[in-house]
């Protein structure tokens, strides 16, 4: 293809400012913010599948900052400081994609989550239900008043079975994950940003005050580039602290006279279900097999797959007929720091990743972090 190209073509398809190479939720708001800071920026996007790879258009559609059991594993590692910061750049990112796209485009609605304890879990329920006050008023300043909450009368109105405990999160919302990248891809278009699919990027090769990226359609050109890649960024910048982790997914048929509304976390969030038009989609159970699912490969595993299936069963819809229409994968992104990477690689690359499993919370606020270490490099 690189041989056959015109005149025409190499002149006004492949120089540009800066390219951003993925286009996931990231990769778009970075294209966004450098549009929308510096206007006569001329910007592309590359994105190697013919829809955004990795998670960004399969992930659950929860628009959370963190179940309880959850925050409670990550104040381990960041203190109460470095966990109230994070669950600040959380609800930022979600505020942010709302004043962007708005609500409607993107489906946002607070039905609040839910956190299940089954009978056998008696220690992990005690400790989080101590924790419930220190977390609403470590969240209050953050985001308001009285977030959780023990909420156990409801268990009844869903009908679980075998569930001892719920603990409520009143500002916890789901979104519709295809309207909202459909919304960021419109919205990137109508201002200007060049978005090219089915073009994997194969090096990058960065120079004195340029770089140069090659693909297979041709060797495009730019000042500077930012990969946001996520899970596959180990392929264009080896050595960073990226391990994909893959999370499988299930969506059932419509269900008559469906009870479940809100967004659900299991098992310290390993396991997360919400209502979606009338369904039920189930996700997770990646830590019955880490080491299976620490892979770039999209599919599903048998083991993984009957878990979530006998969940449905016994404990989400144990009453209820139901039918399983569809399974997909999505490839998340995890290291040892909750934090995402966002940093100056190597001259003029630059790259945002690892969400740790909150992209649709942190992917906003990320990618204009790393818009504005551009902007200021430029």
Not at 157 to 186: H, P, W
Not at 249 to 274: A, E, Q, W
Request: proline fraction near 2%; charged fraction near 20%; glycine fraction near 8%.
């Amino acid at each position: 293809m690189a041989n056959a190209l015109s005149y025409w073509e190499k002149a006004s398809f492949f120089n540009y400012d800066v390219i951003i190479i993925g286009s996931g939720i990231v990769g778009l708001n970075a294209a966004i913010h450098l549009k929308n800071s510096s206007p006569s920026l001329k910007i592309a996007v590359l994105e190697s599948g013919f829809l955004p790879s990795g998670a960004s258009t399969k992930n659950a559609g929860f628009a959370c900052f963190g179940s309880l059991s959850e925050l409670i594993e990550q104040e381990k590692i960041c203190g109460e400081s470095g966990l109230a910061m994070l669950i600040e750049k959380r609800w930022k990112g979600l505020l942010k994609l709302r004043s962007l796209l708005d609500d409607k485009s993107i489906d946002y609605q607070v039905l609040g989550g839910y956190e299940l304890f089954k009978k056998s879990a008696v220690d992990l329920t005690e400790q989080c239900v101590s924790k419930i006050e220190h977390f609403n008023q470590l969240i209050a300043p953050i985001i308001g008043l009285n977030a959780f909450d023990l909420k156990n009368e409801r268990i009844r109105n869903f009908g679980f079975k075998g569930v001892e405990s719920l603990i409520y999160n009143q500002y916890e919302a789901q979104i519709d994950t295809g309207k909202m990248m459909f919304a960021l891809l419109q919205y990137a278009q109508q201002v200007g940003i060049t978005i090219f699919n089915n073009c994997k990027v194969e090096e990058i090769i960065s120079e004195n005050s340029a770089v140069l990226i090659k693909t297979k359609e041709g060797n495009f050109e730019c000042k500077k580039t930012i990969v946001t890649t996520n899970a596959f960024i180990n392929t264009l910048i080896p050595d960073l602290d990226v391990t994909p982790g893959r999370g499988q997914v299930l969506i059932t048929k419509p269900i008559k006279n469906l009870k479940l509304k809100g967004t659900f976390h299991y098992d310290k969030g390993y396991y997360y279900f919400r209502n979606i038009n009338g369904r039920v989609l189930l996700g997770g159970g990646r830590n019955l097999d880490f080491k299976t699912e620490e892979t770039t490969e999209f599919g599903q595993t048998e083991k993984i797959q009957f878990a979530l299936e006998n969940l449905l069963h016994e404990v989400i819809l144990p009453e209820t007929d139901f039918e399983i229409e569809q399974h997909w994968s999505g490839i998340m992104a995890f290291g040892k720091q909750l934090e995402p990477i966002i940093t100056e690689a190597r001259p003029n690359v630059f790259c945002a990743v690892r969400c740790n499993g909150m992209g649709v919370a942190m992917g906003s606020q990320t990618g204009a972090d790393v818009a504005e270490l551009v902007l200021n490099s430029l």
